[in-house]
């Protein structure tokens, strides 16, 4: 077909630039292939393509592979040319209150219905009504690597993707990297299993995002104290022309109204888009708060067993240029822009994660904890077979109902059976303790 004839058949017609984009990120991404040239170049489909994923148990999702930037709004656009200017030619702002008394949680919202009504469509699972959860744990693995990684690498981090996927897995720390950056990584898969495994009783509240903030600046701020720790100085945003509110009780003021205008929100898609907008403009700690509001945006998506957000390809410069938007115009849209990109790419790549991982065991999901405690206590005690036995059956008949005792025993040993230095950092052992044990083990 031709472009014209592609337009016509649209029930509803892009502008003639917007369509020019698609056409051609589709042709450069092999997804369409181009013959001739000018108005009357035609396109077809490659012999063999595949552009669906599935992302619920019955609908097919089809996930285009366009580039951020073809799919910025006018507003967004805006928001990008003016954040691009030198800072001599931007004019200095401070924090303004009002943006947030402004936002009137159900009321006020950064994405329109039509926007949150896709989102939800894109990163709905078929367990859905599971215990809060439920899906984060199925693709725990994937998620502790993918969204460290992406995370961390948002900040400047040089780890690649096979330096994180060693470091989470195995604690081997990449040859010549900074050893801050393998602590920020560490730091993100620390703060991920707390919220993942917490999921029940996670939210928009002092302990949960004091908490969060704990685990993923531990060991990386010069006063040891600061950790999960609200700002008691100023504090500087380079490269912005914007200055962040100065007074720590208006600051720890502002911390609480964000969290319970947050609470109020019933959107999950809404609350996560509030978090990344809300929390890094007030900048409540010392630093690492970018990261803290990263991670709070996957809350309330985890908590309704929604695919997660894990920044999968987000460009470093256009997350940093949308951030600046909203510290020195206030103005959400390209930041918005990016969000509702990078959750359908996010949530196109956990649909097929999900379905290569199969059914999961319901009872290794009801026991999930017990399972993990257990096995990290006979690794860490260095347990043989026979004291492992032994310890065991003593454990599950004081803690595990009597129904479940025999197979949760087996699933138990199974587990430490299976153990390889590839798969055991899920216990939260550390490699010497691993090695130690598995020596003990396989004698």
Not at 190 to 217: C, K, M, P, W
Not at 222 to 249: K, M, Q, T, W, Y
Not at 291 to 315: G, H, K, M, Q, T
Request: aromatic content about 8%; some cysteine; charged content about 25%.
């Amino acid at each position: 077909m031709t472009a014209t004839e592609i337009a016509d058949s649209l029930k509803v017609t892009p502008p003639r630039r917007t369509l020019q984009y698609w056409l051609k990120a589709l042709v450069d991404n092999q997804r369409l292939i181009r013959e001739g040239s000018g108005r009357w170049a035609r396109y077809r489909l490659p012999e063999v393509v595949s552009l669906s994923v599935r992302a619920t148990a019955g609908t097919p999702k089809v996930i285009a592979s366009l580039a951020v930037s073809d799919l910025l709004s006018e507003a967004g656009e805006e928001v990008r040319a003016y954040v691009r200017q030198p800072t001599a030619a931007r004019e200095p702002v401070g924090y303004d209150r009002s943006f947030l008394d402004r936002y009137r949680p159900n009321a006020t919202f950064y994405l329109s219905q039509t926007e949150r009504s896709e989102l939800s469509e894109y990163g709905e699972t078929e367990i859905v009504r599971q215990p809060a959860g439920t899906y984060a744990k199925q693709v725990l693995s994937r998620i502790l690597i993918d969204l460290s990684w992406n995370s961390s690498r948002l900040e400047g981090n040089t780890y690649s993707l096979l330096d994180t996927k060693r470091l989470i897995e195995r604690g081997e720390e990449a040859e010549g990297k900074d050893r801050r950056e393998a602590q920020m990584i560490l730091n993100h898969k620390e703060a991920i299993e707390i919220l993942v495994d917490g999921a029940e009783n996670i939210g928009f509240n002092r302990h949960t995002i004091l908490n969060l903030h704990a685990a993923l600046a531990d060991n990386l701020l010069p006063d040891p104290s600061a950790p999960g720790r609200l700002r008691r100085a100023d504090v500087g945003i380079e490269g912005s022309v914007f200055h962040p509110l100065a007074v720590p009780p208006l600051v720890e003021e502002c911390f609480d109204q964000i969290l319970t205008k947050a609470s109020q929100i019933k959107d999950p898609f809404e609350q996560a888009i509030f978090a990344l907008i809300q929390l890094p403009y007030l900048q409540p700690f010392d630093d690492v708060n970018k990261r803290v509001s990263r991670l709070a945006a996957n809350i309330p998506l985890i908590r309704a067993n929604l695919s997660p957000l894990s920044f999968e390809d987000v460009p470093r410069n256009l997350y940093t240029e949308a951030v600046l938007g909203v510290y020195e115009l206030n103005r959400t849209e390209l930041l918005r822009d990016l969000f509702i990109w990078a959750y359908r790419r996010s949530a196109s790549r956990y649909a097929a994660v999900r379905m290569s991982l199969g059914e999961p065991d319901p009872f290794r999901l009801k026991h999930r904890a017990a399972i993990r405690r257990l096995a990290g206590a006979v690794i860490r005690g260095g347990m043989d077979n026979r004291t492992a036995a032994a310890h065991i059956g003593a454990w599950t008949a004081q803690h595990i109902e009597e129904a479940d005792r025999a197979r949760f025993r087996e699933v138990v040993e199974r587990e430490l059976l299976s153990l390889h230095e590839g798969n055991f950092s899920r216990y939260r052992v550390r490699p010497s303790e691993f090695a130690a044990w598995h020596a003990v083990w396989s004698a």
